[in-house]
């Protein structure tokens, strides 16, 4: 469900590498509440446009606005604002390797929210409770599945309180049996009202939870709408296209 009151606003968004335009003008409306997900070929700009928009990569040109208030993108405190409130799910994990699940969830709480042990690791165990993984706070990443890791890097985002979660491509490094473990994960989170961006390519994520699809192709934006919109029966648009190959695929794997 949304409120209509745009939560955050990312306009003209311009972004180049070595000289190559990767996101050229793309705008992005999100509302609290609601679910964007970007689709589109490799290369398109979705990972490069997820990380603009939490400034983990500060676009060349453009505009991002958090809750109507603008982010001045060499202003330290407008990029601490925005990061704390913008959490990022990435397709490998990231988490620390030397740190338990829990202390990867604990050392945010305590360096950034400045917790104290105890109360970050009250925080920490409630948040992998939340994701089904309780028993596990004391496991290291490599004792753990790749489903499971996933599951720790969310419980992470969460325990920040972030207003808006993006993320990208979250079940793409996963074994096929993983999967459903982590979309589990992103369903609850959608009925809770979590707001959120999500690239993926995984067709239940696309059909089922997007309020709003993205279609980006050469770093712009070139199909948007609802799922009803696009994918109604006998459209013939590059959305349709794609989730047509995507189910193929998904079908072609069982
Ligand atoms: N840090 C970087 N330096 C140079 N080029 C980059 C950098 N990050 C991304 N690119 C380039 O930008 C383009 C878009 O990449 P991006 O990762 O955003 O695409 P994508 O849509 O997420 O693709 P995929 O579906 O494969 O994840 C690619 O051509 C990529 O090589
Ligand atoms: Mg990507």
Redesign the pocket.
């Known amino acids: 469900m949304t409120s209509n009151t745009p939560i955050l606003k990312a306009q003209a968004i311009q972004k180049s ?2 000289g ?1 335009t ?1 996101l050229n003008g793309v705008d992005v409306v999100l509302e609290k509440g609601e679910i964007i997900v ?1 689709i ?12 603009c928009i939490n400034c983990l ?1 500060i676009p060349d040109d453009g505009q991002i606005e958090l809750e109507q208030q603008p982010i001045d993108f060499s202003n330290k405190q407008d990029l601490y604002r925005l990061r704390q409130q913008v959490g990022m799910i990435f ?1 490998e994990f990231n988490l620390f390797d030397h740190l338990t699940a829990l202390d990867n969830i604990t050392i945010a709480l305590r360096k950034v929210k400045k917790l104290d042990r105890n109360t970050a690791e009250k925080r920490a165990r409630l948040e992998l409770e939340q994701v089904g993984l309780g028993e596990k706070g004391d496991l290291y990443p490599a004792q753990l599945s790749g489903g499971q890791k996933q599951r720790v890097a969310i419980a992470r985002a969460l325990a920040m309180d972030p207003k808006i979660l993006l993320l ?2 979250p079940t793409s490094a996963l074994d096929p049996d993983l999967i459903g473990e982590v979309i589990s994960v992103i369903k609850n989170l959608a009925a809770k009202g979590m707001t959120m961006i999500m ?1 993926t ?1 995984q067709i239940s994520l696309i059909s089922t939870l997007a309020d709003h699809i993205l279609f ?1 192709e050469n ?1 712009q934006i070139v199909e948007s709408g609802t799922p009803k919109e696009l994918l109604a029966k006998g459209n013939v648009n590059k959305t349709q296209g794609f989730c047509d190959r995507l189910n193929e695929l998904a079908t072609g794997e069982q």
């Open positions: 590498f070595d190559n990767i970007l589109g070929p490799s290369g398109g700009g979705k990972s490069t446009l997820l990380q990569v397709q990208d491509e690239a390519h980006m770093g």
